[in-house]
Structures are given as structure tokens and as C-alpha cells.
């Protein structure tokens, strides 16, 4: 069966410092992979997903990046973070091209100081 | 570009009260519907889902929802609700234009009172 996995669970970081969020799945192969933010309150908003090594798509100029070095494993980064930046960070996957469900980590909460 | 609007941001009930959480998107093209379930401090488990077929789907759980393609809905229901309910639903959509995209509803907030 497929398992997600990201870390850390919690994060409490300064202004200024930088961040990575790792993402991984086990039990697929070529998956899609996304990248959210929930803010208090609010919904999801997708930040970056990926149909391959090296491909990335972001759907939000913003202060963060993202990379897939491999093929189940999924990297949020920033190089110095602000203070609009804290929220929960979910990772997600699907397979194939047609979007049929996707399959959510327990998430990361980031709380910038 | 397709959108989707959950019309009640909070819903309080009353345990073994039924409950409908609504939900409305823009496009009527072929679409894939979704609703997921969020607990406190965790990732978003999916609850049902619409791909084609019997427009009533049902969930392990009691939850079922039905596609209605000419209001364009697919709203949430429990015939009696209890306390385990309390969470964040989300609705969501099949983006039309990137098959690999889902698009989301902001939420509702059910809370169920003892």
C-alpha cells in the first residue's frame, strides 16, 4: 500500500532563516506530487506540484521554492523566511494524468517569529 | 475558469441531527467531484468521490453525496451526525484545464454539539 511521509511534524523558525520541508512516498512509482499551505482559517492553497524529476510547476510567486530530486521525494524550501510564510504545509500525491484523487501527509506546522 | 463555492463557512448541529454541507462549482464539463475530511492538526483524508456512474455516492462512514449536473452540485449529507463528525470538510474539483489539478472549496466547519 502507499504511505506519505513528511517532516518535521512541527517547526518553529525566526525571520530571516531558511526552511526545508521534506515529502516522501512509498508504494508508487512516477506519482504527481503537490505542495499546499492552509492558512488559519483558510483553505488550501497549492503552491507547487510536479509531474517528474526536475519538473516543477509553481502556481504562486511567492518566497518559497521547490525541488524533486527523486522520484518519490518532494522538497519545499525558502531561503529566508517571513512572517507570512507560517501555516500548515500539506504534501500530496496522485497518479497518472488525469486528476482522480490525490493522497494527503499528515502536514507540517510552521510558525514563523 | 472553474471555481468552487462551499455557501456555509460554519455548520453547528446538534448529535443525531441530519446535516448537509453544500457545495457548488462553475463549469458543467465533465468534471471529477471530491469531498475530504480534515481532523484537527492533520492532513486531509478523502471522504467520497464522483468519477462517472451512479450519481449517489456513499462513504464507509454514513456520509453520502449526490452529482447534480444541471445545478451544477454535489452537496454532503448524514442522516444523524455524532460528535467524531466534528471537522473540516472540503469540496473539490477536477480542473478542466490541468487534469493533474484539483480546485477547492475554502471549507466547512461542522461542529456537532452534544
Known amino acids: ?113 | 475558469a472553474q471555481s468552487v463555492t462551499q455557501l456555509d463557512s460554519q455548520v453547528p448541529v446538534f448529535e443525531e441531527a441530519p446535516v448537509e454541507l453544500r457545495c457548488n462549482y462553475s463549469s458543467s464539463v465533465s468534471v471529477y467531484l471530491f469531498w475530504y475530511v480534515q481532523y484537527p492538526n492533520q492532513g486531509l483524508q478523502l471522504l467520497l468521490k464522483y468519477l462517472s456512474g451512479s450519481t449517489l455516492v456513499e462513504s464507509i462512514n454514513g456520509f453520502e453525496a449526490e452529482f447534480n449536473k444541471s445545478q451544477t452540485s454535489f452537496h454532503l449529507r448524514k442522516p444523524s451526525v455524532h460528535i467524531s463528525d466534528t471537522a473540516e470538510y472540503f469540496c473539490a474539483v477536477s480542473d478542466a484545464g490541468n487534469n493533474r489539478k484539483l480546485i477547492w472549496g475554502l471549507g466547512t466547519s461542522l461542529a456537532v454539539n452534544p
Do not use: M
Open chain 1, 1 to 113: 500500500s502507499q504511505t506519505i511521509h513528511q517532516w518535521p511534524a512541527t517547526l518553529v523558525q525566526p525571520v530571516g532563516s531558511p526552511l526545508s520541508l521534506e515529502c516522501t512516498v512509498e508504494g508508487t512509482s512516477n506519482p504527481n506530487l503537490y505542495w499546499y499551505r492552509q492558512a488559519a482559517g483558510r483553505g488550501l492553497q497549492l503552491l507547487f506540484y510536479s509531474v517528474g524529476i526536475g519538473q516543477i510547476s509553481s502556481e504562486v510567486p511567492q518566497n518559497l521554492s521547490a525541488s524533486r530530486p527523486q522520484d518519490r521525494q518532494f522538497i519545499l524550501s525558502s531561503k529566508k523566511l517571513l512572517l507570512s510564510d507560517s501555516g500548515f504545509y500539506l504534501c500530496a500525491w496522485s497518479v497518472g494524468s488525469t486528476a482522480y484523487e490525490q493522497y494527503f501527509g499528515p502536514g507540517t506546522r510552521l510558525t514563523v517569529t
